[in-house]
């Protein structure tokens, strides 16, 4: 997603050391490695060891320029000080899921397609999906939907799912979820939607490994390093414009995207998935020699 956008933002200097941290697939890594030169490299973190494989044999041309790393975002600091990495130049952090994780039914995260309840993008964990929709409480399960998903329903879900039980498989609960909510004109989303976006985010605690990840970034950084967030759904952005100001007002960080970057009429013409995106970019600075703090309107 918004490829040159992510590019011209990071703004990359071809000896510079750069961290793709949830490197996914590769896309936006193979772009930045392409931009590298002698003395260049990337550093790339991802928590799916399937995702992890295939980012590793698409980069493996640029040989040594690229170090993959198995590992959450969250844990950037300490790959850092694992590696002795030098502060680095660009950090780049894409929080959707990948396209492989939503097409492959056996992985669980998509309600159009039959797989296990499962939804873990480190697979290695043990809490799946699954787990929370055949034993939450009816209470905590409903909150969930409600603090997550956004979803104004999540009680009448919540009920009806617990009166399901046992849910079987994805295809079974959006069925249930569908037939809980409330009808309110023309839908342009799958009834679903919002309560598989609850899951997955419980599921991979994804707010607090966001947050964890924001607190430690500046520390990787050096000064003039650009960092760029892409993020997907509004809990996401806000938290990222929230650490964006309190930074900036701080003196920590310039912000460089005025408004939210978001995908061109083209782009999503191309990639529906798009459609949702929201770019923000930032970088380091010297609070010693920065001037006046930032207005917070200048991310809107």
Known sequence: MLVKETMDWLAIKPGGLYVDATVGLGGHAIEIVRRLGAGGRLVGLDRDTQALEIARSRLAEF???????HANFSQIGEVFAERSLPPADGVLADLGVSSMQLDLGERGFSFRARGPLDMRMDRETE???SDIVNTAEE???ADLLYQYGEERDSRRIARTIVRARPI???EHLATVVAGARNARGRQKLHPATKT???LRIAVNREMEELGQFLSRVPATLSQGGRWVMLSYHSLEDRQVKQCFQRLAHEGALKILTKKVIQASDAEIAANPRARSVKMRAAEKIDPNQSGTPQEEE???
Request: aromatic residues 10%; neutral net charge; charged residues 25%.
């Open 63 to 69: 040989g040594d320029k690229v170090t993959l790393v």
């Open 127 to 129: 809490e799946t999906a």
């Open 139 to 141: 209470k905590a399960l």
């Open 298 to 300: 200048w991310l809107q």
């Open 168 to 170: 079987r498989d994805t």
């Open 196 to 198: 598989f976006l609850a």
